[in-house]
């Protein structure tokens, strides 16, 4: 029984045994790893995933091609499947309470059409996830892996390295995907931080001056954060010229400023 890849369902099906090699090697995974698996699919990843591991848990929308995977996975070990939508999945559920460490380790090739909420989705979870590895859309892993001034360098950008070590690793091509993509993807590695280097203190206030800087990106920050109280002032009174664009200040300048709007405020 062949399964048809679902458009609306944005599933691409990896099949390129060397992408797949070179995709569990920069995993590395081990035995006694706590793993989970987003988007299993047919199971290209979990197979080798799960004989390294013996156990391995998996979290896929598409119910008819769980029987699939499940017998594309048989004897190799302990599979446990959650069919639903990851993007309410709760992950911290995955992770084991008294651990003096985070330990969980999330994978997955990730649709297309839900790859940044759900890596917001996640970023909710990060104290207790060790490390993330994805294949994305090449165009998302250069907007994660982007510095301050590059065209690519965003909201998400700040937002996930905010919290994260991310590293982009190497490119995948259409061929290697049934049906093939129309567009070229990457494999990306992210490394939530033990300890952050910078700390903004109101994590939702810093949020949301990201947002708004970001949100029209032509104007300068002056323009651009007249809804957030007291921003230029914070500006000026830790020496960012708020005649600059959002693209031009890094992860460090934005929690400066998120700080200093909160201690004008207060």
Do not use: W
């Amino acid at each position: 029984m062949e399964h048809k890849p679902r458009k609306r369902l944005g599933q691409h099906f990896l099949h390129d045994a060397n992408s797949i090699r070179r995709i569990v090697a920069a995993i590395a995974p081990r035995p006694g790893d706590t793993m989970v698996e987003i988007g299993p699919g047919l199971g290209a990843i979990t197979r080798p995933l799960l004989e390294a591991l013996g156990q391995l848990t998996v979290v896929e929308f598409d119910r008819d091609v769980i029987p699939l995977l499940q017998a594309a996975c048989a004897d190799l070990g302990d599979l446990r499947v959650h069919q639903q939508d990851a993007l309410r999945f709760d992950f911290s559920s995955l992770a084991t309470p008294d651990a003096l460490q985070p330990a969980l380790r999330v994978v997955g090739n990730l649709p297309y059409n839900i790859s940044t909420p759900l890596l917001f989705h996640l970023l909710d979870s990060h104290q207790h996830i060790k490390d993330m590895h994805f294949l994305l859309q090449k165009e998302v892993v250069d907007r994660l892996s982007a510095a301050p001034g590059s065209e690519h360098y965003g909201r998400l950008s700040v937002m996930v390295q905010y919290r994260c070590q991310v590293e982009a690793l190497f490119g995948v091509g259409p061929g290697a995907f049934r049906p093939p993509p129309r567009v070229d993807s990457a494999v990306v590695r992210l490394l939530p931080y033990a300890r952050l280097p910078c700390v903004a203190e109101d994590e939702r206030q810093f949020a949301q001056l990201v947002q708004q800087a970001f949100a029209q990106r032509r104007k300068t920050l002056h323009n651009a954060l007249k809804r957030i109280p007291n921003a230029t002032p914070a500006m000026q009174a830790i020496g960012l010229d708020p005649g600059l664009r959002a693209e031009r200040l890094g992860v460090a300048d934005f929690v400066r400023l998120s700080n200093q709007v909160l201690h004008l405020h207060g």
